[in-house]
């Protein structure tokens, strides 16, 4: 074991904090890794508050991971000290079940290890993620980081990039498709990308008059005010795919209504409230209303890899460890363009 310096959530009440505290050492298979970059995601925060219960305290979030490599085991392949290495949301799985055998970690029907918050299959304890100096993790679970990109970009990646990219290759966005994007924040800046340069025709539907010029900076074609009832009606039927990132109560019949024959609309934004569906916004057209979260490790890959050759990163602010509780407060109010991202070397403690 060595010491770890992080910042942790004591409670759900009290603001993160420094905290100390132990990381194995690293094992034949494992790769250490010290945190360079930490993006923030909106699941830090529920998880730090309980707002989805289930919360393990000292919790030190993050899964949103970039760094060095500083020491490797003995049964290591794929990496070497000095490699720019990433880690996401999972750092374990049983690795047995039909999922985990077809590449979708994320699906593991004995439940995937989150890389915080997670029961470690290790030391039987839970799990600390990227709000820290350093973090261990089995080479299964190490991610290879583009190396021609910026890795404060790449950070976010880890997540929202994911959580993005999956259901878009799943449902085949590309040449000839038109995809639709609801919500230009944290996870759906990275849709309007993605799809973009996956090669689809990329319709942005976003309450806010301010982000239209964003939205077409980012590749929308065309961006649509859902305040606007005429403009709406007028994507009726038209759409083949559409990512809903929007994370608080909307109406998605209205949404549902812009699908063509076969389409789907894929919810990734988590409101905490149920989505009324109306029944007759599905039957029609043979609608679909379906649910993605993250990818799997070698989907995963596939995506970093994609945003090297593509030169594909998240739009970032930078911020110190102890600005956490002033983003979480900004993460709110939608006020970020698109994701905070910590830089570690202002981690106390850090060297």
């Not at 034949?28 to 730090?48: A, F, K, N, W």
Request: proline share 5%.
């Amino acid at each position: 074991m060595f010491m770890c310096t992080g910042f942790a959530a004591r409670d759900s009440k009290t603001p993160l904090g420094a905290f100390s505290f132990n990381r194995r050492d690293p094992g034949p298979s494992d790769v250490l890794i010290e945190i360079q970059y930490c993006g923030v995601c909106h699941s830090d925060l529920h998880t730090v508050r309980n707002e989805w219960g289930g919360a393990l305290y000292p919790c030190v979030p993050g899964h949103e991971i970039v760094g060095r490599v500083t020491a490797v085991g003995d049964d290591v392949k794929k990496f070497r000290v000095g490699d720019i290495a990433a880690v996401g949301c999972l750092v374990d799985s049983c690795r047995s079940c039909e999922n985990c055998r077809e590449g979708l970690e994320q699906y593991c029907e004995k439940g995937a290890t989150g890389t915080y918050n997670g029961k470690d299959r290790v030391s039987g304890g839970h799990t600390f993620g990227g709000y820290s100096s350093h973090v261990v993790v089995t080479e299964d679970f190490v991610l290879r980081a583009p190396q021609n990109l910026d890795p404060a970009g790449v950070a976010p990646l880890l997540c929202a990039g994911i959580t993005t990219w999956s259901p878009l290759r799943h449902w085949g966005a590309g040449p000839g498709k038109t995809v639709g994007v609801v919500g230009l924040g944290g996870l759906g800046h990275m849709a309007v990308k993605f799809a973009h340069a996956l090669g689809a025709r990329v319709v942005l539907f976003t309450t806010s008059p301010s982000k239209v010029a964003d939205g077409k900076r980012l590749g929308a074609d065309e961006v649509v005010l859902s305040t606007d009832s005429t403009a709406m009606a007028a994507w009726r039927s038209k759409l083949d795919l559409i990512i809903d990132a929007v994370a608080a109560p909307h109406d998605v019949n209205v949404y549902l209504g812009m699908l063509r024959r076969d389409g789907t609309l894929v919810q990734v934004g988590a409101p905490d409230a149920p989505l009324p569906v109306n029944v007759f916004s599905l039957l029609p057209n043979r609608r679909r209303f379906a649910g993605s979260i993250i990818g799997g490790i070698a989907e995963t890959q596939e995506m970093l890899d994609f945003c090297g050759e593509h030169g594909v990163t998240a739009d970032i602010e930078m911020i110190a460890m102890d600005q956490i509780e002033n983003a979480y407060a900004r993460m709110l109010k939608s006020d970020v363009k698109y994701r905070f991202v910590i830089d570690m070397k202002t981690l106390p403690g850090a060297a």
